[in-house]
């Protein structure tokens, strides 16, 4: 094969057109950042599965939840501590509710009525709300 120094000059002037063309077909397409992340709310980010139930309320609707962080995190307000129950001892699936023996007195209210009660969950089942720990 010879190389004549006409044909290299020939092809040495057609590596740079080519390199001009190849460069000019290249597209580059920036689809931007994306859509954004969701902002985080005002509640936590993740909740433990611990189990301490709380009665918790946004607008008129009650509901019960494992924990305080899982009812914040859903947007509820948390009443009180324990499952939502219904007035007079009963719970919201209709049975009734059950407390234990032990005995740490409390002092409930009802309206503007006080009474002692041997512990929280006694003064909850009878529709009073705990305003004191200890005897009135």
């Excluded at 909740?47 to 019960?64: L, S």
């Excluded at 219904?86 to 002092?107: H, K, M, N, S």
């Excluded at 009525?113 to 705990?130: I, K, M, W």
């Amino acid at each position: 094969m010879r190389f004549s120094a006409s044909r290299i000059a020939r092809r040495a002037g057609f590596l740079p057109l080519l390199a001009v063309v190849a460069v000019a077909c290249t597209v580059v397409v920036d689809e931007g950042p994306g859509p954004r992340p969701p902002r985080p709310g005002p509640g936590p980010q993740f909740c433990t599965r611990e189990y301490d139930p709380v009665c918790a309320r946004r607008g008129g609707e009650r509901q019960t939840f494992a924990n305080a962080c899982m009812a914040e995190a859903a947007g509820y307000r948390i009443i009180r501590g324990g499952a939502c129950r219904a007035e007079g001892g009963w719970d919201d699936e209709g049975g009734q509710q059950f407390c234990t023996r032990e005995y740490r007195p409390v002092c409930g209210q009802r309206g503007g009525q006080l009474r002692t009660f041997p512990n929280a969950c006694e003064a909850d089942s009878a529709g009073f709300r705990v305003v004191d720990r200890g005897p009135c």
